[in-house]
């Protein structure tokens, strides 16, 4: 059975803790819902009422488009162990590029990744958990490296003309006015 929550409590930060992998959801107010795999270390929750990721450079840039136009944002964590559990974050989300004040006050609290693009903070509304009994269980063999790789191949140069060649527009056609910048 499904439970809504006010906010996290330390149960649930740790298990979002344990999670190697979580999914983003955003939509613009017309166009194409964004669904987006998460993984390497980069969730952080920041307290019982808000959390953030560093989001890292690829192929385009919807979740930054879609939180720019209206804000919107879930987050899903799943367990893949023998102890089911399916958790969404419901709540509105801000990007933060590195040329704002936030990113100093937040960027410490993450590993220093390459292609760093920016941090999705988000203010949650609700938060949700239901049984995940029908998620398989799966094992974890290894984060994959490529993204990373690929980052430090091309280097903050390289990553940062990548961004605004590939990261300022979604594919609906939607600016993406701030964020995407490159790294600090």
Known sequence: MAKFYAQLDDRLCEFIQQQQLFFTATAPV????????????????????????????????????????NGRITIMFCSFTDKPLILRLYGRGEVISPNSAQWDNLIDRFTDL?????????????????????VPIYELQAERSTLLDWSVKKGVDGVRAYQLENNHTSIDGLSIIEGGAGES
């Open 114 to 134: 390459p292609g760093k693009r920016q941090i999705i903070s988000i203010q949650l509304e609700s938060v949700q958990t239901s049984c995940g009994y029908g």
């Open 30 to 69: 017309d166009g194409r819902i964004n669904l987006s795999p998460k993984g390497i270390d980069s969730f952080r929750c920041l307290d019982f009422q808000r959390v953030a990721y560093l989001d890292l450079t690829g192929s385009g840039n919807e979740t930054a488009a879609h939180l720019l136009q």
